[in-house]
């Protein structure tokens, strides 16, 4: 799609995203318990076990694995990984601790960009889906072409936007539980 510009789909948001889980009831209370997420009323014509919850701006649709036994389950928290990232403006060290509380295995990075410092802590879920918690809204957004540099929370959605996501990842501690 080369030359291709702009928003060709009409797209406005994020809506959800949709996670096969071994166990529904588990990740139900991951979500809500520890990201703070509500379940919500799915559509009574569904033939198929799991779960639908909303926060943060965000729809998870939990989908019950057919064959559990069978789903594969990732064990090292891999920061290059496939993660869901939400921002935090409080106190990262409070989330380290509260993680850390509630025995949830975590790999924190600090990333430096041009002397500003980002946080990330990263976590699996039940089944091993990466979660990040960062305070990444420090870093602007600077389009490779175009329009003038933006905070994260202050992008226009309606307007077209080229961003580059690769940061170096410049201290990485793990944390493991007992």
């Not at 995203?17 to 009323?41: A, H, M, Q, W």
């Not at 990732?74 to 106190?91: A, M, Y």
Request: glycine share 8%; with cysteine.
């Amino acid at each position: 799609m080369k030359g291709n510009t702009g928003n060709p789909l009409g797209l406005t948001s994020l809506n959800h995203i949709s996670l096969v889980c071994t166990s529904t009831e588990e990740s139900i209370d991951f979500y809500k318990n520890v990201l703070g997420f509500v379940p919500v009323r799915r559509p009574g014509s569904f033939n198929f076990n799991g779960a639908w919850l909303f926060g943060h701006g965000i729809g998870i649709h939990l989908l019950q694995s057919e064959d559990p036994e069978k789903s594969p389950k990732k064990t090292e928290i891999n920061p290059k990984d496939n993660h869901i990232s939400f921002q935090q403006c409080e106190s990262i060290d409070a989330v380290e601790k509260k993680l850390t509380e509630m025995v949830i295995q975590y790999v924190r990075n600090l990333v430096e960009e041009g002397g500003i410092y980002v946080d990330q802590l990263f976590f699996h879920d039940p089944d091993g889906f990466m979660v990040e918690i960062c305070n990444c809204d420090k870093l602007p957004v600077i389009p490779l072409v175009g329009e003038m540099a933006r905070s994260c929370s202050r992008l226009n959605l309606h307007q077209p936007q080229t961003t580059s996501h690769q940061q170096p990842i410049v201290h990485i501690q793990v944390q493991t539980l007992n």
